[in-house]
Structure formats: structure tokens, C-alpha cells
């Protein structure tokens, strides 16, 4: 099972480009989020969907735009990125309603970024 | 909205010896993970456990929701549970927002 899959794992940027980090999830899962974690700190939601055609903000979500267009697709897009863009960033998903499990959040492995 | 803290912030053990990691949680959750962040930045599912027990090897887990706190056991520990151990409840405003604790960075020194 792939699960959750984050493309590319490593990224250095020059201030003011952009680009796109992909999230792909094979798990049919409703629910869709994105995480920043800054070294030594916790996880910050940056943004979530609940669907197709559905996204909201979280506690960070300046400088990042999403867009849900199918179930399985997540990108997360820095239109001109910033050297406080530095970070790991995560994709996590999870069933929203149903089944033993439902709301169990399961991460892909990471993309690291550098803004220089 | 609710807060979630995990104590203790950081912990050393010596290889084969107990722990136990606490997390707090200021309101009312059905919703209560554990995830172990191993050296190599991988967050692992530990246990799902909105309430009740779990069991899986040398880890534990009790959930106890009506006092609003949860708590991983980590029996004979060995230097690969070394990491950050963090805590996450699903926001009960229906907002579908998962929030994390600050974690416990833990180190099994051999």
C-alpha cells in the first residue's frame, strides 16, 4: 500500500519562486491536510480539505494556497516563496466518518524545503 | 479553542528502563492519537485511542476521556524509541482540525 505520498522530498528555492508540493492518497480518505514543523517545534495546520471542491485554513495559512480537485490530490502551492517558508512540510489524511478507524490521521513522509 | 500539552517536554532513559508520557487535553475529544517522529523526521502511528486501552509490543496506552488525558507507557526501552513522541485530538468544533501537542523529545542512551 503506498498510503500517503508526498513528491519531492528536497527543495531549495531562491526567494520569490515558486513551485507546488504534491500529496497523493490512495486510501479514498475524505479528509486532507497540510503541516508545516519548524525545527524542535510541533506541527501547524497550514491548510485542510473534507473533499473535493473543499478547502479551509488553519493556523498558518499565509503565503500558501491549496486547491482539491479530485479525492485523491492535494497540492500545496508557495506562490513566491519566502526564507521563512523553511521548513518540513506534511501531508496527513484521514476518514472523516465510518469504520473502526474513522478520523486515524496518517502522515506521508515529508518534503523539506529551503528558501534561500 | 482546546489546548493540548504533553509532559514531560524532554526525557533520557537509559536503555531497558519504563516511561511514561502524559497528554493533557483542556476539552472534550472522541478523537486521540499517538505518534512516535523517529530520528529521521517519519511520523508513525502509534495508537488510535479515543478511550480505553491499547497494547502493541513493549507500548501501551491508556485514554481516559471523561478526565481529559491520555498516557503512553514505553516498557524496557531500547535506543530505537529515541524521538519525539506527540499527542493529537481532532478539534470538537467541527472544524475537522487535528491539533498536536508540543511533544516529548525522549533519548534511550545505550
Known amino acids: 500500500n503506498a498510503g500517503v505520498t508526498q513528491t519531492p522530498k528536497f527543495q531549495v528555492l531562491k526567494t520569490g519562486q515558486s513551485m507546488t508540493l504534491q500529496c497523493a492518497q490512495d486510501?479514498?480518505?475524505?479528509?486532507m491536510s497540510w503541516y508545516r514543523q519548524d525545527p524542535g517545534m510541533g506541527l501547524r495546520l497550514i491548510h485542510y480539505?473534507?473533499?473535493?471542491?473543499?478547502?479551509d485554513q488553519g493556523e498558518v495559512p499565509n503565503g500558501y494556497n491549496v486547491s482539491r480537485s479530485t479525492t485523491e490530490d492535494f497540492p500545496l502551492r508557495l506562490l513566491s516563496a519566502a526564507p521563512s517558508q523553511t521548513s518540513v512540510y506534511f501531508c496527513?489524511?484521514?476518514?472523516?466518518?465510518?469504520?473502526?478507524?474513522?478520523?486515524?490521521?496518517?502522515f506521508g513522509e515529508g518534503s523539506r524545503l529551503t528558501v534561500l | 479553542g482546546i489546548q493540548v500539552e504533553q509532559s514531560p517536554p524532554d526525557l533520557i532513559l537509559q536503555e531497558g528502563a519504563n516511561s511514561t508520557l502524559r497528554c493533557n487535553f483542556s476539552?472534550?475529544?472522541?478523537?486521540l492519537q499517538w505518534f512516535h517522529q523517529n530520528p529521521w523526521g517519519q511520523l508513525i502511528n502509534l495508537f488510535y485511542?479515543?478511550?480505553g486501552t491499547k497494547q502493541n509490543g513493549r507500548l501501551s496506552a491508556t485514554t481516559v476521556a471523561t478526565e481529559r488525558y491520555s498516557l503512553l507507557y514505553i516498557s524496557s526501552s531500547q535506543t530505537t524509541d529515541s524521538g519525539v513522541y506527540f499527542c493529537?485530538?481532532?478539534?470538537?468544533?467541527?472544524?475537522?482540525?487535528?491539533?498536536f501537542g508540543t511533544g516529548t523529545r525522549l533519548k534511550v542512551l545505550a
Open positions: 496527513a489524511s484521514s476518514q472523516l466518518a465510518g469504520g473502526p478507524s474513522s478520523g486515524e490521521l496518517f
Open positions: 486510501m479514498n480518505h475524505e479528509y
Open positions: 480539505s473534507v473533499g473535493a471542491g473543499i478547502t
Open positions: 476539552d472534550s475529544v472522541n478523537n
Open positions: 485511542i479515543p478511550s
Open positions: 493529537a485530538v481532532l478539534s470538537p468544533s467541527g472544524t475537522y482540525k487535528y491539533i
